[in-house]
Nanobody, 117 residues
Framework: QVQLQESGPGLVKPSQTLSLTCIVSGDSITTNFHHWTWIRQPPGKGLEWMGV???????YYSPSLKSRTSISRDTSKNQFTLQLSSVTPEDTAVYYCARLWNGMDYWGKGTLITVSS
């Protein structure tokens, strides 16, 4: 059973950098053709894809977030991390990590991140 678990601070101040980690179990983040992605959903809005880290370690980002987003991984811990810099209240959202293989077939439960002073 593949499971993903997001962990993060809950509350971030404006202009700071948000860091979220997704811990994966039941699969390896280096398995061929299994990619790992971040998605968010602001309150009352739809899902927004943020970026992906492929099994090879290559990364791709949403053009609208590319300048502020970085995704990295720690293969020894089987986890990957999202960093979003210069956050504003508009970055308040539920953040999800997911596996991308046969579509986004496994998701974490999501974690609410609030940006507020």
């Amino acid at each position: 059973q593949v499971q993903l678990q997001e962990s993060g601070p809950g509350l971030v101040k404006p202009s700071q950098t948000l860091s979220l980690t997704c811990i994966v179990s039941g699969d390896s983040i280096t398995t061929n053709f299994h990619h790992w992605t971040w998605i968010r959903q602001p309150p009352g809005k739809g899902l927004e894809w943020m970026g992906v880290i492929e099994h090879s370690g290559n990364t791709y980002y949403s053009p609208s977030l590319k300048s502020r987003t970085s995704i990295s991984r720690d293969t020894s811990k089987n986890q990957f991390t999202l960093q979003l810099s210069s956050v504003t209240p508009e970055d308040t959202a539920v953040y999800y990590c997911a596996r991308l293989w046969n579509g986004m077939d496994y998701w974490g439960k999501g974690t609410l991140i609030t940006v507020s002073s």
